[in-house]
T-cell receptor, first 121, second 109 residues
Framework: EVQLEQSGAEVKKPGESLKISCKGS????????IAWVRQMPGKGLEWMGI??????????SPPFQGQVTISADKSLNTAYLKWSSLKASDTAMYYC???FGSGDSWYFDLWGRGTLVTVSS | DIVLTQSPGTLSLSPGERGTLSCRAS???????LAWYQQKPGQAPRLLIY???SRATGIPDRFSGSGSGTDFTLTIGRLEPEDSAVYYC??????????FGPGTKVDIK
């Protein structure tokens, strides 16, 4: 089965670090782009950045540049989203999405179920 | 950077009616690199349309996309109750890479 499996919900305190994951299976993970998308409570979709696991080529959306780190381990078919110091405003659902059927085009036909991150003191 | 505007903000229609959703870009979208997604409450987004008018795998033919340049439309013919959702457009051809519109909420009453 073609799928993206995301890590479980997290509850963290401001200032803590966090790394969430997105594991692909059933398709050529390393040859498809993986994007991270934020959805704050009751709000729309925001593109954070994108990585090509095959060579770790990464592009960040300007508002998220320097705020998060996107990485991938192609041997594990897994992409990651990392924060070094969380803020309350990072509270959101985070989705990973793959260009599974689109090749080099950055539209996404495969989505994970999302990881809910709650940051609260 | 390209900005996407969607209208209306909310669309309330009855089953069987036709829904027309608009997505307008602040500058021309390269090569019609425009996609549409459907998101139901508590679910991840689902790809409906890519390349402005190509339906994704498994999407019913009552969903259709059209447009080019700065003006794009998602049409939902013969609305069904399960079409209640928020619909987002996304461009993937211009700097900074990817932009989502703010979404249109469709209520089927």
């Amino acid at each position: 089965e073609v799928q993206l499996e995301q890590s479980g919900a997290e509850v963290k305190k401001p200032g803590e670090s966090l790394k969430i994951s997105c594991k692909g299976s059933g398709y050529s993970f390393i040859n498809s782009w993986i994007a991270w998308v934020r959805q704050m409570p009751g709000k729309g979709l925001e593109w954070m950045g994108i990585i090509y696991p095959g060579d770790s080529d990464t592009t960040y959306s300007p508002p998220f540049q320097g705020q998060v780190t996107i990485s991938a381990d192609k041997s594990l078919n897994t992409a990651y989203l990392k924060w070094s110091s969380l803020k309350a405003s990072d509270t959101a659902m985070y989705y990973c999405a793959s260009s599974f059927g689109s090749g080099d085009s950055w539209y996404f036909d495969l989505w994970g179920r999302g990881t809910l991150v709650t940051v609260s003191s | 950077d390209i900005v996407l505007t969607q209208s209306p903000g909310t669309l309330s229609l009855s089953p069987g009616e036709r829904g027309t959703l608009s997505c307008r870009a602040s500058q021309s979208v390269s090569a019609r690199y425009l996609a549409w997604y459907q998101q139901k409450p508590g679910q991840a987004p689902r790809l409906l349309i890519y390349g402005a008018s190509s339906r994704a795998t498994g999407i019913p033919d009552r969903f259709s996309g059209s447009g080019s340049g700065t003006d794009f439309t998602l049409t939902i013919g013969r609305l069904e109750p399960e079409d209640s959702a928020v619909y987002y457009c996304q461009q993937y051809g211009n700097s900074p890479g990817i932009t989502f519109g703010p979404g249109t909420k469709v209520d089927i009453k």
